[in-house]
């Protein structure tokens, strides 16, 4: 079943690829703020709940390891009660501590079966819910990156824009200064006539 996190990285990705190129350009898109600013919300919201699910996940590593082990005390105590019960009948003594020393290495083994899958299975959750939430990240850093990307690219198209109107107040500056010196040399050359 998919998270609410993939679907909304999903979303995001879908409106990425459905916003326009900014005009002359094949890498930069014109997107809507308010509307990816709300799915981005949403994600950041959404990312605490389900990490803790995760956490949730992997602490219940030690659970399973703690029932795991009481399982195999368990074992051990009646092969011991077995073993006991065995030993204290005089006639079967020889055959009571043959058959209490295989039940005591089969509940050994079983014991040890029973620690090791449990130790593999909560390994393989912690694993999974590592590689979910790395993959999760990288997605959101991806997001994040074309942000950026995209602000980069306003933020040129602003300074290119405020060049523009600088070169041309500075360009009308020099103009009107030279107009107000050609009409100073104007006036005191007829001053002297």
């Given amino acids: 079943m998919m998270s609410r996190i ?5 979303e995001i990705e879908e409106y990425i690829d459905s916003c326009k190129y900014q005009p002359l350009s094949n890498s930069k898109i014109v997107v809507n703020r308010e509307e990816l600013e709300e799915l981005l919300v949403e ?3 959404r990312i605490p709940d389900e990490i803790k699910q995760y956490q949730k996940i992997i602490s219940n590593r030690d659970a399973i390891m703690n029932e795991a082990r009481q399982q195999a005390d368990s ?7 077995q073993t006991n019960e065995l030993v204290n009948e005089h006639e079967i003594m020889q055959k009571a501590y043959a058959q209490a020393d295989e039940i005591i290495q089969q509940a050994n083994l079983q014991a040890q079966q029973i620690v090791e ?8 959750i912690r694993q999974s819910a590592v590689q979910y939430t790395d993959d999760m990240l990288k997605s959101l850093q991806t997001i994040i990156s074309h942000s ?24 009308n500056r020099q ?4 107009a107000v010196i ?8 007829g001053i002297e006539e």
């Fill in 175 to 178: 103009e009107l200064t030279g």
């Fill in 148 to 171: 950026m990307e995209g602000a980069q690219g306003r933020f040129d198209a602003f300074m290119t824009s405020m060049q523009t109107s600088y070169d041309i107040v500075s360009s």
């Fill in 75 to 81: 074992i051990l105590s009646q092969a011991n009660a």
């Fill in 117 to 124: 899958q449990a130790v593999a299975d909560a390994n393989g």
């Fill in 6 to 10: 993939e679907q909304l990285i999903g």
């Fill in 43 to 45: 994600l950041r919201l």
């Fill in 182 to 189: 050609q009409t100073a040399g104007a006036e005191e050359s």
